[in-house]
């Protein structure tokens, strides 16, 4: 693998890398750690439970043999039979001994198996030649025939099977030694095996640390010093990394997040220009619109000055005409009095509305407090004539809401003035005005058993001097529900017609709800329940 291919890796990749290796050579020295405690403890097992039992038994089984020589010269000096007891017990003791050292011998151990094997075989020749002959001469002949033989026989025997005992014990310590020392080396096998693992992960720890230095933290920083100068304004600053193969695509990502900043940037700076150009303009047409209103102001004073004085002049001229000549001229003349005299009215209610359509919010007394239920009783005491005998009008949970009350006065003088006129001919006029709260603006109803409006026309009813029915049907400029539009908006409502009645007309229109009002609707006294005009 070259040097190039081994660069494109990624961090996640040589760290991976670098991981597995690791960890394999972990693995094989934990594998050779235990093979190496394997065989430590199987050294130190020969040491501990068979070099040093077998040692201990093999000087256990001299001393056997000595008891045994001991009681046989024991016996032999006075013939008493208690005085053969240590032989007996040497006897047994031998053969538990030499049981004993076979049970710890292993296959591989043949000098101590030949040590064994001429031990027992020179303590059969030592028994049979000596110890046997002199208990059977002294249990036959006497003490004094066992002290002859004991005299006149010799130690060979014996010495020789201590010789095969000290052999024996030679060759157990050579054994002690050899596991010992492989004991030993074993320890240190394992020490040396700890002393690499510690030195692998060590090295591997460097390694890494080395790795994240130079493909992760130092190209971070780099990364995050090229961010802090285009964040300080050098938006052309090209943005890269020479870290690991994430950085670079993170660089390239950062960098493609600079140019379309910049790309935004030129398009908000073009859109700043476009509303600077917007705002100029904005700004010549309020001059233009101040300007307008003052002319919209001196017409309307000229309106209600200068064109009012010659109207009424006209108007009271054409009424002397009509009553001082009145039945003296020819009919066609009175006919055309008569329209003289209604057109100079005319346009006197004309001039009359259109003044106070002028008037709404530019001629104010201040908000208050307005309680709409002593508005409505204002209201019914202004309309008791037009309403007539037989009009029903009444309301119910009226709220209290800031605004102009002769400004709401009008409205509902307005509303309530069209249920009556548009009443239908055979039923008398029923008028309910409610009111529910959505939020934080209150809904007020005023609807009526009236005519109704068709749906085609209800985008139309709240345009200034727009009639839906000829002059001749009934009376009015067709003003009063487009004073009623604004006196709404300008106190911060909306007003639509209700299109879903089956039966005459509902208006609706919106209030703000009143600053520091609970949430909950406003309760209904029993005056106010059912308050009805009966004129």
């Known amino acids: 693998m070259s040097i190039f291919e081994l660069s494109r890796w990624t961090l996640r990749r040589r760290i991976a890398a670098l991981c597995i290796i690791v960890g394999v050579l972990l693995s094989a020295l934990a594998v050779f750690a235990v093979i190496t405690a394997a065989r430590n403890n199987r050294q130190l097992d020969d040491v501990l439970n068979r070099a040093s039992p077998m040692r201990a038994a093999g000087e256990s089984l001299n001393t056997a043999f000595v008891d045994q020589e001991t009681g046989i010269r024991g016996f032999a ?59 059977d001469a002294v249990r036959t002949e006497g003490a004094e025939a066992g002290r002859a033989q004991i005299a006149a026989g010799s130690t060979a025997a014996f010495d020789a099977l201590r010789a095969a005992i000290t052999q024996m014990q030679t060759d157990i310590g050579v054994l002690r030694a050899a596991s010992a020392a492989a004991a030993k080396d074993s320890s240190q096998t394992m020490v040396a095996i700890q002393i690499a693992a510690a030195a692998i992960i060590i090295l591997a720890g460097a390694g890494l640390l080395l790795l994240l230095d130079r493909l992760v933290s130092r190209p971070v920083v780099e990364l995050a010093g090229q961010v802090r100068e285009v964040a300080a304004g050098d938006y052309e600053k090209h943005i890269d990394s020479v870290g690991s193969p994430e950085l670079a695509s993170l660089a390239a990502d950062v960098d493609g997040m600079r140019q379309k900043i910049v790309s935004d940037l030129a398009e908000v700076r073009e859109a700043r220009g476009q509303i600077e150009w917007v705002n100029d303009q904005l700004k010549v047409q309020a001059e233009e619109l101040t300007r307008s209103n003052r002319d919209l102001e001196q017409f309307a004073y000229v309106a209600s000055h200068d064109l009012q004085e010659p109207l009424r002049k006209v108007a009271s001229f054409c009424q002397l005409l009509q009553r001082r000549y009145s039945g003296q001229l020819d009919e066609r003349a009175d006919q055309y009095i008569g329209f003289a005299v209604d057109g100079a009215q005319r346009m006197q209610r004309l001039i009359n509305d259109l003044l106070a359509f002028s008037r709404i919010g530019r001629i104010t007394a201040g908000f208050t407090d307005v309680d709409l239920g002593q508005v409505l009783t204002e209201v019914k005491s202004q309309l008791e004539v037009r309403a007539g005998e037989d009009a029903e009008i009444s309301w119910a949970g009226l709220p209290t809401v800031e605004g102009e009350e002769p400004l709401l006065t009008t409205l509902f003088v307005n509303l309530i003035g069209n249920s009556l006129k548009f009443r239908r001919p ?24 009236g005519i109704g409006i068709e749906k085609e026309f209800a985008d139309k009813v709240f345009v200034i001097f727009q009639r839906l029915h000829a002059r001749d049907a009934y009376e009015g400029t067709g003003i009063g529900l487009a004073i009623v539009k604004k006196i709404v908006e300008y106190h911060g409502g909306r007003i639509w017609l209700d299109l879903d009645v089956e039966e005459g007309t509902s208006i609706n229109f919106t209030l703000p709800v009143l600053a520091g009002t609970p949430d909950v609707e406003v309760p209904t006294t029993g005056e106010e329940a059912n308050r009805e005009v009966a004129a």
């Open 77 to 135: 000096i006075t013939g008493r039979e208690s005085n053969l007891t240590p032989y007996t017990t040497g006897m047994a003791d031998e053969q538990r001994l030499v049981s004993r050292i076979e049970d710890l011998l292993e296959p591989d151990d043949t000098a101590i198996h030949a040590d064994l094997d001429l031990v027992r075989q020179r303590g059969q020749a030592w028994h049979r030649d000596v110890a046997e002959p002199v208990i």
């Open 426 to 449: 055979d039923e008398p006029p029923v008028i309910r005005i409610s009111a529910e709260r959505d939020g934080g603006e209150w809904v007020v109803k005023v609807r009526d058993n």
